[in-house]
């Protein structure tokens, strides 16, 4: 009973200290870091360990898009209401560029929303001549994961303020 008991030990021992290794084997070496412009983000970083099995990353973003409320004489209405943007991007990785490490660059843009009615956001006599145009576009923040291989995540998610 022992011994099947010591034996059971070592063989979960083993296991985690496998799976300890290959979840190890990504090192980063600069970054990640995202910037944000806009409605844009890019996330950069410099990796090595990912070898010759397909990986990607995939960086999702989130914001807020303001609208605005304009008539037939060009005459806007100020002070609406923002309503959330999202967007994202998937990237494959590379293979090592250069002794075994890779600079990646994911870069990813908002998507706004469908356009309101007038009616959605207030405008003056919304049933009048008003129309409903996009003032400005922002990202708040932005999620980095990183698969390899595909599925399994390796890195993240990770968010980004």
């Known amino acids: 009973m022992i011994r099947k008991f010591g034996i059971s030990v070592g063989v979960i021992g083993a296991l985690i200290l496998t799976a300890g290794l290959a979840l190890g ?15 844009t983000a890019t996330a950069t970083f410099n990796v090595s360990g990912l070898g010759n099995d397909p990986a990607q990353a995939t960086l999702d973003l989130s914001g807020s898009a303001t609208w605005g409320c304009r008539n037939h004489g060009k005459n806007v209405s100020p002070g609406h209401p923002e309503t959330l943007a999202t967007g994202s991007t998937t990237q494959m990785l590379n ?17 706004p929303p469908a356009t309101p009615t007038p009616q959605d956001i207030g405008c003056p006599n919304p049933a009048g001549n008003w129309t409903v145009y996009l003032v400005s576009e922002s990202v708040t923040s932005a999620t980095l994961t990183i698969e ?7 890195y993240g998610p990770v968010t980004f303020p």
């Open 25 to 39: 084997a990504i090192t980063f070496h600069s970054g990640p870091t995202v910037t944000f412009s806009g409605d």
């Open 148 to 154: 390899q291989p595909i599925g399994t995540i390796i």
């Open 95 to 111: 293979k090592s560029e250069k002794n075994g490490r890779s600079t990646v660059t994911v870069t990813a843009s908002l998507t």
